[in-house]
């Protein structure tokens, strides 16, 4: 047989290679007589022919049926013992070990890499707004992310991160000013007259303001977690109650929210501004009705220690009467004329600082003489003034307040 002859021959074996490998990656084979009708392969020498003319370098072929192509490369000790998925790569030459190090040391900052030169690409687009670029740079470190099979197949079924029995619902107990609303659809807003004011959803207080007449009784509490609407527009109530979340305020810390909160829980209202916020109505409220908000607390909270809540409300409530007669600070007011500049110097008391060797405080080695310190006060203007004394207010106060400037 000629050279040419060869070649030709040679090359129509390649070409059934190929069209071999797109077969196992679209058909599936229940054995060899079915992998040989389909692909017209008469016999195993006529196999082994195309298989030799697509391979050019060595290669190694474990024993497989066709039906078992998908099946990754296992040892059977090491599957026995781990009971886990393996990746085995088979080394024939220094070469191919080198290559395949290489490839994984390189895998990640490749990514990193690609994914550098794309946000590049993206910031160096000035049409694009804000929005268009936080949204290519998000779809780009997207794409440059690796994760596994079944990662990918959670993502593409948009399947949650956790399933729970019970439905859970949020209730945004904090002040009305600082509560969160969703403003509503550009459909709904264009339908609404040019004066009407109210651009947001209905929330839960919202739903709960506007409640039918027989639920006049139901707590906040009890017509989130236990009532919804039905096709008739109706509330009636869950065949399983939901499960609330909601602030939480710790009563130490915040005793005035604490307060506020339970009353919005277990106490029925209509208007949260004027029968709970207006004049801290929720104060009286909370004091007339401990017994039954605590009561109520039982249906929503595993194991409330209710005696020991009590107990420690009713202290607070004491050491806050006490103090009624201390006058209140206001933001607007400013109390440094109070503090003279010798009372500050003079309660330094630096010695007893000093005396004790594990405290951080320190007696100055380089302190300025009062004089100077007046001098220098002369000399700074308005505000200079007003931010020295914003700091020797705070250093002479036990306001918890951060301090600021700007």
Not at 194 to 215: G, Q, T, V
Not at 285 to 297: A, M, T
Not at 315 to 326: F, G, I, L, Q, Y
Not at 384 to 391: A, D, S
Request: glycine share 2%; proline share 3%.
């Amino acid at each position: 047989m000629k050279d040419s002859d060869n070649e030709e021959a040679s090359e129509k074996y390649r070409e059934r290679y190929r069209q071999l490998l797109d077969n196992l990656e679209s058909v599936d084979y229940t054995d060899f007589g079915h992998y040989y009708a389909h692909n017209n392969i008469e016999s195993d020498e006529q196999y082994y022919d195309i298989i030799r003319a697509g391979i050019n370098s060595t290669q190694l072929f474990y024993k497989r049926k066709p039906s078992e192509k998908w099946h990754e490369t296992f040892n059977p000790f090491v599957l026995h013992h781990t009971n886990s998925n393996m990746s085995i790569q088979i080394i024939h030459d220094d070469y191919s070990c080198a290559a395949f190090v290489a490839k994984c040391a390189r895998r990640s900052n490749r990514g990193i890499s690609d994914l550098q030169c794309r946000i590049l690409e993206a910031m160096e687009h000035p049409e694009f707004d804000i929005t268009e670029i936080t949204r290519h740079i998000s779809v780009d470190i997207f794409n440059s992310i690796e994760m596994s099979a079944q990662e990918a197949a959670w993502y593409l079924l948009r399947e949650p991160m956790a399933k729970s029995s019970i439905a859970t619902v949020y209730i945004p107990t904090v002040h009305p000013a600082e509560r969160q609303r969703i403003r509503k659809t550009l459909s709904a807003l264009n339908a609404m007259d040019d004066d009407y004011s109210d651009i947001c959803k209905e929330n839960w207080f919202d739903k709960y303001e506007k409640r039918p007449a027989y639920l006049g009784k139901v707590t906040f509490a009890q017509f989130v977690a236990k009532y919804c609407k039905n096709n008739k527009g109706e509330y009636i109530e869950r065949k399983e109650a939901k499960v609330i979340r909601y602030r939480n305020y710790e009563m130490v810390e915040h005793f005035n929210d604490y307060r506020r909160e339970m009353v919005l829980l277990h106490i029925p209202f209509r208007s949260e501004d004027k029968d709970i916020l207006a004049d801290n109505k929720f104060v009286q409220l909370f004091e007339d009705n401990k017994d039954v908000i605590s009561e109520r607390r039982k249906d929503f909270e595993s194991s409330p220690d209710i005696h020991n809540t009590l107990e420690l409300c009713g202290k607070m409530c004491r050491d806050e009467t006490e103090n009624e007669e201390e006058p209140l600070r206001s933001d607007d007011q400013a109390p440094f004329e109070a503090f003279s500049y010798q009372q500050l110097l003079s309660e330094l008391r630096p010695d007893d600082n000093a005396s004790h060797e594990k405290l951080c405080a320190k007696l100055r080695e380089n302190p300025i003489d009062t004089e100077q310190f007046h001098q220098l006060m002369r000399s700074a203007n308005q505000e200079q003034k007003e931010l020295l004394m914003h700091l020797m207010y705070h250093l002479q106060t036990l306001d918890r307040s951060p301090f600021q400037f700007f």
